[in-house]
């Protein structure tokens, strides 16, 4: 077995001033299945971070920590004072549940302390500015469920820009959408970072980790390493982080994936 390769972060503390997420010695699992081992980690705001690994490897059960919905086992996990939007990997919509378009577009509104109230011109002028952003103002009154992937995803992003978060969690979002909406994704995660928000992007594409993101977490279980992308995606790191699972970066495969097991966290 290789030696553990040493963390390009240093220890974070969990209530470091000025970080968009924070975990110190992080352990969470799922029914006594470990899926997060010691992680420590630092994001500061105006970065945009692909966490790398294969299926398994534990990037959204660290989402689900984040945002609260996974307790840890050990350790801590906070986030910055901005607040947090988190589009998870998976959505099952109820084809008998009435929500429309626009309805997801406003929950992103809800979700800053206003469940269920009325929302106010600033509110209303933010789920405007979102539809017509993400290319959906046109779909406001058709049913989540009838949408088309691409369309749907779409939506979900709306949700996200509405809710006008410092920290913003994607699961794996370019996966099932067509090239106009990857392309849409990928200009506002880079508008995001811009504005000086993180986004932290679960993926297990190694090429874009590596030419799309400012930083790059390697993850499996554990933090093999994080920083910069020239210093995670090394032939290295990139094995011990997929070890058992395929791995390729500029055309080259570095491991084999073929024991991969779709729909894992």
Known sequence: MEEPLEN??????????????????????YGGDTALEEVDLEVPYGVSVAVLGPNGS??????????????????SVGVGERGIAWLPQQLNVDSTFPVTVEDVVRMGRWGRG?????????????VDEAMSALGVADLSG?????????????????????HDAGLILLDEPLTGVDRPTGEAIGDLISRWRDEGRAVMVATHDLESAAR????????????????????????QVLRQTFSGHLARLDGEDLVDTSHQHPGAA
């Open 58 to 75: 534990g990037k959204s059960s660290l989402f689900a920590a984040a945002v609260g919905l996974l307790r840890p086992s050990a350790g």
């Open 142 to 162: 058709r049913r989540l469920h009838s949408l088309s992937g691409g369309q749907r995803q779409r939506a979900l992003l709306a949700q996200v820009m509405a």
């Open 8 to 29: 390009v972060a240093a220890s974070p503390s969990a209530a470091h001033v000025g970080m968009a997420l924070c975990a110190h010695r992080l352990s969470a699992g």
């Open 212 to 235: 799309d993101y400012d930083r790059v977490i390697a993850l499996n279980r554990r933090v093999i390493a994080y920083g910069e992308p020239a210093a995670v995606c090394t032939e």
């Open 114 to 126: 206003r469940w269920l109230r009325r929302l106010d011109r600033e509110d209303r002028r933010r």
